[in-house]
Every structure is written in structure tokens, then in C-alpha cells.
């Protein structure tokens, strides 16, 4: 039985430090880019050399790609695989899973190693981890609160949408 | 599960096609592509075997348009229909919004989509969520073949509930865009409801 998941909701203030958080990961790690991805495939956030990327099919790719890896865990009996890493002949790719629900994605090339991305991700990783604890005890404390942006959109923003 | 970014301002929500095998899922998608403006489509994504059947699953990412200035964007995806690749279609299951459940109208394939239906029904269950819970629509496809079962006797079978429902024939884009707008319609419906 696997347990439903709540809305992520990301206000400025986190995610100017989930940016901020990456982009020290992208310097330290010495790597090409850096995206966090949602498990269920939703780019969060993206540095370093992103411009050629299509990076909403990066981050459902990758998600798809931790998934299958999850259950294939599943079947040998483990909880899940927290990293994988895809080698290339110039770029690599190096995935972790943070706090359960979130990817780290880091590319990179011969300017670094497997050696230092793992260190560098271990290092920021626990960082992102606080963080998106934070995000969901601030989530479960707020999921009562009446007052809401979305409760003020009427029929007539839906309606519009599809005209 | 819905990702609303505040920074960003976008809502993201993700759709899932469902249904037996070759009724029609991917289809959808193609023609859902093929019609949008290029500026509010991303790229489709098809993970399928040499002979065209999906292996993991179809993925296409769709803006809307803005509501109270958030981009409103749609994950597409669709699952592998063939029985035995279960353990792939439970997976794409994961963090759903909405479901389009599509029925393949061939009187030869009445047992397959009630298979198909039951065999939702417990994925979803494996994660928690509940169908009745969710936005939630039915496509009876392939409405132009000659040996189609009668609206009423599927809507029967398949929509107890009587969830909005729609005639198609995804090749010519018949009911495509029609059962599309209602599952995000519901979706938006229901953020609303949530209140975020």
C-alpha cells in the first residue's frame, strides 16, 4: 500500500533557497546542470547549462525512470535505489532521490567526476531534504486553512480557459 | 498530485489515459498534438516498441493558457494497455490528477475494457486514491468501426455512475478535444475546491 501524496504548493521564499541550494551543488560539484524534478515528473528547478535542454522531458523521463527503478527495488525486496548514475561517452547523468519525493539531477562531464558529484550531492542533498520537510510540515499546518487563492476562481477563469 | 509554484506562478496538473490495449490512448495524444499551436505544446514523447505499442508510456506536456495569472499546464500521459505490462501501468498511475478512461466500442472488446476499468480501480486503490474521488471521464472510441456495441449498452457496463461521457473516433479528432476539456475542467474544479 503505498500512501496518497498531498499538492506541493512552492512559495517564493523556498524556492529562491532550492535555487540558491543548487546552484552551490553546480559550482562545488564542478557539473554542467542541475534540475529537481518532481517524483510524479513536474520540473521544480533548474542551473547551470539548461539552454538545449527540453526540460519538461527531461524531468518525466527522469521521473519515469526513478519509478521503474523503484519497482524493480520492490522486487528484490529493497525500499528503493537512492542513486543511479547513467554514464555517457561525454556527459553523465547522476540521479538521487531526496526526503522521498524529489530528483536530483545532475549532468556533467570530464571537468568533474563521479567521485565529486557524489560527495558534493551528498552534502547539498541533506540541505534540499531539510528543506522540503519544511515544505510539507508548512503544508499539513496550512491544508485547513479556509482562505485560499484558489477558492476565488470562479467558473467563468475555467470557462475562459477553454474558449 | 497537483504542483502549483508560486514563484513561478504555474499550476501542473497531470492527466492519465487509461484503457485496454489498442483502443486508442496514444491516438488521443497524437491527434491532441497534431492540433495544438506549437507554442503551447512541448514535445510528445513516445516510449513504444518497434512495432508501435506502448512500452512505458506517452508523455505530452500542454499550456492552457493563464487563470488569475498562473499558466495552467497538463501533463498528458498514457499507459501501456497490453495485460501483462501491469507493473509499468501501476507506475505512471502515480500523482494523478485527472483520468480518461478509453473504451474501445468493439462489441469483441466489451470483457477487455471491463477488465481494463477493474484492473484502474485497484491500481489507484494500491496508492490510496479512489476513482470516485478523482476528475474522472469516458471516451467510448472508435465510434466509426461497424461493430460497435450500442452507447447505452457501454455506458451501462462501464458508467455506472454516470460520469460525463463521450462518443469518439480519435483517428478523425471526433470527442478528442471534447473529453480532454472535461477532465481539466473537473480538475480545475476540483483545485478550487482544495483551496491552496
Not at chain 1, 123 to 133: P, Q, S, T, V
Not at chain 2, 42 to 63: H, N, Q, V
Not at chain 2, 149 to 162: A, I, V
Amino acid at each position: 500500500m503505498f500512501e496518497a501524496q498531498s499538492s506541493l504548493v512552492l512559495h517564493d521564499e523556498e524556492f529562491s533557497s532550492i535555487a540558491s541550494v543548487i546552484e552551490k551543488l553546480l559550482q562545488e560539484s564542478n557539473s554542467k546542470a542541475i534540475f529537481l524534478v518532481d517524483k510524479d515528473g513536474q520540473l521544480i528547478s533548474s542551473v547551470g547549462e539548461t539552454g538545449d535542454l527540453d526540460t519538461t522531458s527531461l524531468a518525466s523521463l527522469t521521473a519515469g525512470n526513478i519509478a521503474a527503478t523503484g519497482g524493480l527495488a520492490k522486487l528484490i525486496g529493497e525500499k528503493e535505489f537512492s542513486i543511479l548514475f547513467h554514464e555517457g561517452e561525454k556527459d553523465n547523468l547522476h540521479l538521487s532521490l531526496i526526503a522521498s519525493r524529489v530528483i536530483l539531477v545532475v549532468i556533467f562531464d570530464n571537468r568533474s567526476s563521479l567521485g565529486l558529484v557524489r560527495l558534493r550531492v551528498k552534502k547539498w542533498g541533506e540541505e534540499l531534504e531539510r528543506i522540503f520537510c519544511t515544505l510539507e510540515k508548512k503544508a499539513r499546518q496550512n491544508s485547513d486553512s479556509p482562505k485560499s487563492f484558489f477558492a476565488e476562481i470562479t467558473d467563468e477563469d475555467i470557462d475562459n480557459l477553454f474558449k | 498530485m497537483s504542483f502549483i509554484n508560486y514563484a513561478s506562478r504555474e499550476i501542473n496538473l497531470k492527466i492519465v489515459y487509461y484503457g485496454p490495449g489498442l483502443c486508442g490512448k496514444t491516438t488521443n495524444l497524437q491527434y491532441i498534438y497534431q492540433r495544438t499551436a506549437p507554442d503551447a505544446k512541448g514535445k510528445m514523447i513516445s516510449l513504444a516498441t518497434e512495432t508501435e505499442r506502448t512500452l512505458f508510456f506517452d508523455f505530452l506536456p500542454l499550456s492552457l493558457g493563464e487563470i488569475k495569472g498562473f499558466k495552467t499546464r497538463f501533463h498528458l500521459y498514457t499507459v501501456p494497455g497490453q495485460v501483462f505490462y501491469d507493473a509499468s501501468r501501476k507506475l505512471i498511475l502515480k500523482g494523478v490528477d485527472g483520468v480518461v478512461f478509453v473504451a474501445d466500442s468493439q462489441a469483441e472488446r466489451l470483457d477487455a475494457n471491463v477488465e481494463s476499468l477493474e484492473n484502474l480501480q485497484d491500481n489507484l486503490e494500491e496508492y490510496g486514491y479512489k476513482l470516485e474521488k478523482l476528475p474522472y471521464v469516458i471516451q467510448y472510441n472508435k465510434r466509426d468501426l461497424p461493430n460497435v456495441s450500442s452507447m447505452d449498452e457501454l455506458s451501462k457496463l462501464l458508467n455506472p455512475r454516470g460520469v460525463p461521457e463521450f462518443s469518439a473516433c480519435a483517428p478523425k479528432g471526433e470527442g478528442v478535444f471534447d473529453t480532454l476539456k472535461a477532465v481539466a475542467k473537473q480538475m480545475l474544479v476540483n483545485l478550487k475546491k482544495s483551496g491552496h
